[in-house]
């Protein structure tokens, strides 16, 4: 499936941004969606995935209670809203995708975090967080 990554840009401190996250190709509610980010020297890290069938949500603690992820399969997008931005939120923005199956939806909790377990990745936004 093919990911486009969009909505970063500059914002200061305590400010908002949405990421958006399109899908092509294939049916979004047939995808395990993730967000990822990267800064420069880091891993790259997990930050918030959203289940296919359930819509479960998972987020990293440093962003919990700040970010909220959401899907719209009719417009087949992932949402990533992130509120109360930090500089330490900076970095660049990926999503990526898996196909979901009843095994890895029940194991989703312990895997979303790990890179590997996705098949498909979009180019990556930048986020900027001036403080």
């Known amino acids: 499936v093919q990911l486009q990554a969009s909505g970063g840009g500059l914002v200061q401190s305590g400010g908002s941004l949405r990421l958006a996250c399109a899908i092509f190709g294939q049916r979004l509610d047939d995808y395990i969606i993730a967000w990822f980010r990267q800064a420069p020297g880091m891993e790259r890290e997990g930050v918030s995935c959203i289940s296919a069938s359930d819509s479960s949500t998972f987020y990293s603690d440093s962003v919990k209670a700040r970010f909220t992820i959401s899907r719209d399969n009719a417009k087949s997008t992932v949402y990533l809203q992130m509120n109360s931005l930090k500089p330490e939120d900076t970095a660049v923005y990926y999503c990526?995708?898996?196909?979901?199956?009843?095994?890895?939806?029940?194991?989703?909790?312990?895997?979303?975090?790990?890179?590997?377990?996705?098949?498909?990745w979009g180019q990556g936004t930048l986020v900027t967080v001036s403080s």
């Open positions: 990526a995708a898996r196909r979901t199956n009843y095994g890895v939806h029940a194991r989703l909790w312990a895997i979303w975090r790990a890179p590997h377990e996705y098949d498909d």
